[in-house]
DNA sequence: AAAAAAATTTAGACTAACCTAAAAATATAT
DNA sequence: ATATATTTTTAGGTTAGTCTAAATTTTTTT
């Protein structure tokens, strides 16, 4: 039997909380992410586990089976790789395209996700930095820093975000900042942890704690 | 309010069903291509004229009002583009490519779809040689002939299809006919009204009234 | 113009995905 | 270790889109 669109909305999210550990969702933790009631939940945690695709004992949380990973991880794919065909061919800012791919990424073809992935190059990011499962389901998450461990004088690269909400993205642009730009940490006010960033060795900028939490970032 | 996929399914449908002349369409013919029952067309009917979409009238058949017609030929629009998408950019056959555009067809982004046209070369004909509407809700049917019309010794420019089943368009490729080869009757059977039509000035093959009565032509 | 056939609508039901309100289980605080 | 608070599940309903069977309307045939 095929997975509905919300069955794979709540696949990907299950495996978004779960994290790399594989750590039990909470039924709250998924009715705030999928903007439905626990109750409702409740419900479709019942029907997912009856098609194995979780793990669910009552009152305990869930997990995601095999079989549910690869579901997972198939959707995430498809997403990432839109998102690159907006950005890339359609010119799209990395701003505007994550709705459009939380349609896209239910299109259940994998003869058409193949011959996306060959058209783009075979990306191995998407355009906010998240890396792209191959054919096969293996996703290896980079192990990135965050911009809050960095130290004074340090130069890194910019290499993603973990908050993806449009005037999140916005505000980078403005900042010009920008998927590789070098970000070296000229000064840590201790007061409320902002920051001084010169960018690509040019100009420097003041960056609040609120933005270094959500920059991930790689040592060069 | 939004319309559903269902909804836009039977818009879509409404309008190839009842012709250029915008003739009324029956239940039963909607029930057929849907795949439901009349039931559930009589049913669904009812929605669509609620929000203003369709003319009925109980036992009546349905039209199209300007809103619905609207709603269609932007569905219309989006399933032909996104078919010259899989065609021309990520190499499908046009034998391959209808499913995957049905669903395709639901994205509801103008942006999109306005970036998609551009990216293609705001292209005229879809792989199939049907008419891609224009971002104003342009439909212009062009007047082709059907092969079957023409005569003994006429050239023509093949420009369309009106059968879009994977077995015909199949059957045409492994016959050597495309969208812009040159057909020349060289004789047509009383008997059956089979033909001999020499493609390219090449080769000459027979094709039954069958195969005519669904190739579009044009004179030169 | 009746009778028969065909098309269409209505009636009543089902499933998926949601909801609110109430009950039950688990976790936290005293 | 109780009592309280929080989380989760159950109970009972709703809407969209479908179904079958029965009733009604329209069309066709005699
Ligand atoms: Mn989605
Ligand atoms: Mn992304
Ligand atoms: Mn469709
Ligand atoms: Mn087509």
Not at 29 to 39: C, D, G, K, W, Y
Not at 71 to 93: D, M, N, P, Q, T
Not at 172 to 177: A, N, P, T, V
């Amino acid at each position: 039997m095929q997975n509905s669109f919300t069955e794979e909305n709540y696949l990907k999210i299950i495996h978004a909380l779960s994290g790399r550990e594989g750590v039990e969702v909470s039924t709250n933790a998924l009715a705030e992410s999928t903007a439905t009631r626990a109750a409702s939940v409740t419900d479709m945690l019942r029907k997912l586990a009856e098609k194995g695709l979780i793990h669910y004992k009552k009152y305990q949380g869930v997990r995601l089976t095999g079989a549910g990973e690869k579901v997972a991880i198939s959707v995430i794919r498809k997403h990432r790789l839109w998102e690159v065909f907006l950005v890339e061919k359609l010119g799209f800012g990395w701003d505007e395209v994550h709705e459009i791919a939380e349609e896209l990424e239910h299109i259940p073809s994998d003869e058409l996700v193949e011959r996306l992935d060959a058209f783009l190059g075979h990306p191995r990011f998407d355009p906010h930095g998240d890396p792209i499962p191959d054919a096969k389901g293996n996703l290896t998450d980079p192990d990135y820093l965050i911009l809050t461990d960095v130290n004074v004088g340090e130069k890194v690269l910019m290499m993603g975000v973990l908050d993806h909400a449009p005037s999140f993205l916005q505000h980078l642009d403005r900042s010009g900042i920008t998927l590789g730009s070098v970000l070296e940490i000229t000064e840590i006010n201790e007061y409320d942890k902002s920051a001084s960033v010169r960018i690509n060795g040019t100009n420097t900028l003041f960056i609040s704690l609120e933005v270094s939490k959500n920059l991930l970032v790689q040592r060069r």
